[in-house]
């Protein structure tokens, strides 16, 4: 129930493409679900977030598409670049507390 | 910017040693967190405190400590280090944008042999 499942585990994505992560989540009372990024060597940064009223939200190239009633939300990066190679993790949260995904290792390749 | 300092960025301790993890914010911020980063398991909580002297155990606190005296300041203490305690640590706080919302430090290594 807690659990927050997050696909793939690393993905390799040729530059200017778009990089997709997923997430899926049981606990219908998450109420916040935000993606982190963490780049070699430093501890993970808040990218981006949304609340489960839109199903949409967007930041510059980073999008985030939300889909309660299949209880999934995913990551999506246009026009990737190589700077855009990190560890990636979702997360959801109920109650102030975070459940977090396994993370995605991104690779952008020039 | 606030900003979360670890001191020790990594380190090397032999089985059953006393080890000290220390993470100072330079806020005023309540909630502070500890988390363990393994490969393929995400961030996992162990400890967090909402303030001074005050502490609450999070998903895996078995073989650990904490210790809150000062507000700036979290300490993360295991008190016979084993192997299986090889990992990132991860200190973070919650800020002003949301208690749910986290700032992290940069990590420390801790390599038990």
């Known amino acids: 129930q807690q659990q927050v499942k997050q696909s793939p585990q690393s993905l390799i994505v040729q530059k200017g493409g778009i990089s997709i992560i997923n997430c899926a989540y049981e606990?219908?009372?998450?109420?916040?679900f935000p993606w982190y990024q963490q780049f070699p060597g430093k501890g993970p940064a808040l990218l981006i977030a949304?609340?489960?009223d839109v199903s949409e939200k967007k930041e510059g190239r980073f999008t985030i598409s939300f889909n309660k009633s299949a209880k999934q939300f995913s990551l999506h990066i246009m026009d990737s670049q190589p700077g855009d190679s990190a560890t990636y993790f979702c997360?959801?949260?109920?109650?102030?507390?975070?459940?977090w995904g396994a993370g995605t290792k991104l690779i952008i390749k020039p | 910017d606030v900003k979360v300092t670890q001191s020790s960025r990594y380190l090397v301790k032999r089985t059953g040693e006393k080890v000290f993890l220390e993470c100072v914010q330079d806020?005023?911020?309540?909630?502070m967190f500890w988390y363990r980063q393994d490969p393929g398991l995400g961030l996992r909580l162990i400890y967090f405190?909402?303030?001074?002297?005050?502490?609450e155990k999070g998903d895996i606190p078995e073989g650990y400590s904490v210790s809150r005296e000062k507000k700036e300041r979290f300490s993360l203490i295991l008190e016979s280090a084993s192997t299986n305690q090889t990992s990132m640590y991860l200190c973070?706080?919650?800020?002003?944008?949301?208690?749910?919302?986290?700032?992290f430090g940069a990590g420390s290594r801790l390599t038990v042999l």
């Open positions: 997360a959801a949260s109920e109650d102030y507390q975070l459940i």
């Open positions: 606990n219908t009372a998450f109420d916040y």
């Open positions: 949304i609340r489960p």
């Open positions: 806020m005023d911020h309540e909630n």
């Open positions: 405190s909402y303030d001074v002297k005050m502490k």
């Open positions: 973070a706080i919650a800020g002003t944008s949301g208690a749910n919302v986290l700032t």
